[in-house]
């Protein structure tokens, strides 16, 4: 499974701030419209969880209306280490 990091905090809170709702995505809003825990959305947004699934890293993004790319990164530590144990 492809595990992602939050490439830039900052630009994630810019995103939730700027959607394309009337009233700005509170950390609260994000969590319930993506199907997640307020903690992990504000974990993201503190750096106490930098990693999450791609699935959520999609939902975030589609919620947001960015590429993914914009606001989450693959985690290339995680998946180096999933393949150094594949191949061990």
């Not at 503190?46 to 914009?70: H, K, M, N, Y």
């Amino acid at each position: 499974m492809q595990r992602y990091r939050v490439r830039d905090r900052e630009k994630l809170r810019e995103r939730m701030a700027a959607s394309q709702r009337v009233v700005p995505h509170s950390v609260r809003s994000l969590a319930a419209l993506v199907g997640v825990g307020h903690a992990t959305v504000g974990h993201l947004l503190t750096g106490e969880q930098e990693r999450l699934s791609d699935d959520l890293a999609q939902r975030i993004a589609v919620a947001l209306g960015v590429p993914l790319d914009d606001l989450f990164m693959p985690d290339v530590t995680m998946n180096s280490d999933r393949d150094k144990r594949v191949a061990s």
